[in-house]
């Protein structure tokens, strides 16, 4: 059965590096979605992208923040400089298309020190 | 702001007990309401409801959606340990999901 998947599982990075975290979507999957979960709390919305552009972002959301698709498998999510609050757990999800059910990567684990 | 609750928030319940999870919503450009269950890490899904009143199954699972109240539930008949987990309640709009915090269920045997 496809399956989003993402890597690394755990990444330790010192405050202020940048990171890049990879997600292979689902091969036929068009909508593609970062979504990150801070410990103990509910997994938030970071960004959808279409068609090589985003498609809506969150106020979490800001400048450090980045994504891209550099080929036709890989889709990106960077953080310029990374803070302590940005220590989560980061999901891929993809899509077939808008409006249908979003399918989870099992997650990067990013601790940021 | 778009919102999702849940509740209850945790719920402990013996093997063979039916359980109802509920959840209230209101999420702008409301497209669905989706149902996802998380153990060790990522969400995985379980239902996708769109229309009011048409009551969707899977197994011992089985859920329903109200748009009218803006409100769904999800049913398991004879729990099993296997369904302990977090359940999750998202709102659907147009590019973006909105989750809820979740109820966790335990199972004892």
């Known amino acids: 059965e496809p399956e989003v998947t993402q890597t690394p599982s755990h990444q330790v990075t010192q405050m202020g590096q940048e990171v890049i975290l990879r997600c292979v979507p689902i091969s036929n999957h068009l909508y593609f979605y970062w979504y990150r979960q801070i410990l103990g709390q509910k997994v938030e919305f970071l960004v959808s992208f279409y068609n090589n552009e985003i498609s809506e972002k969150s106020e979490i959301f800001d400048d450090q923040f980045s994504v891209e698709r550099p080929d036709g498998s890989n889709f990106t999510l960077k953080i310029r400089s990374t803070k302590l609050e940005d220590s989560a757990m980061y999901f891929c999800?993809?899509?077939?298309?808008?409006?249908?059910?979003?399918?989870f990567g099992p997650g990067t684990r990013l601790t940021v020190t | 702001e778009d919102k999702v609750v849940q509740s209850p928030l945790s719920l402990v319940v013996h093997e063979g007990d039916t359980v109802t999870l509920n959840c209230s919503y209101e999420v702008t450009n409301f497209r669905s309401l989706l149902w996802y269950k998380q153990e060790k890490k990522a969400p995985t899904f379980l239902f996708m409801l769109t229309s009011s009143g048409i009551e969707k199954k899977s197994g011992r699972l089985s859920s329903i959606l109200d748009k009218k109240e803006l409100f769904s539930i999800l049913n398991i008949t004879a729990t099993q340990t296997g369904d302990s987990a977090i359940y999750l309640c998202v709102g659907g709009s147009n590019y973006k999901l909105t989750f809820g915090k979740g109820t966790l269920l335990t199972v004892n045997p």
């Open positions: 999800a993809s899509s077939e298309r808008t409006f249908y059910e979003q399918y």
